[in-house]
């Protein structure tokens, strides 16, 4: 099979070129909402699973969706940018670790402001 450097660097290749095709397309108002997290490509690069997230909460469904239903438009799209012998199939996953992020932050900081104000009372 592949190397994981190898399949480390397709993985990045194919999230730059997805996230510039994505900008190139304002036909399509929630492309530019979505931002591409990771591209984990499989052993024999015939899979490459996107890790994608969005601000809105309340649109994740929808863009899994579009991003689904545009897989083979943008697999096409990356075929022309990428030197593969064969494109990977895309498939499309919410990644929520920056929502997870943020409320672990909140939550330290939280944490910390009372820590402070039982020092001072």
């Known amino acids: 099979m592949v190397n994981d450097n190898r399949k ?6 194919i999230q730059h070129e997805l996230g510039n095709i994505l900008l190139r397309h304002p036909e399509q108002p929630l492309f530019s909402q979505i931002t591409l997290i990771a591209v984990d490509v499989s052993a024999d690069l015939s899979v490459a699973k996107v890790f994608f997230s969005i601000f809105d909460d309340a649109k994740i469904e929808e863009a899994k969706m579009v991003l689904e239903q545009a897989a083979g438009f943008l697999r096409k799209a990356l075929a ?7 494109t990977p199939r895309l498939r499309f996953a919410y990644d929520d670790s920056i929502k997870r992020g943020q409320r672990l932050s909140a939550l330290i900081d939280s944490a910390v402001a009372a820590d402070e104000e039982r020092q001072r009372g």
């Open 8 to 13: 480390k660097r397709i993985g990045e290749q």
């Open 80 to 86: 022309h940018n990428l030197n593969l012998r064969l």
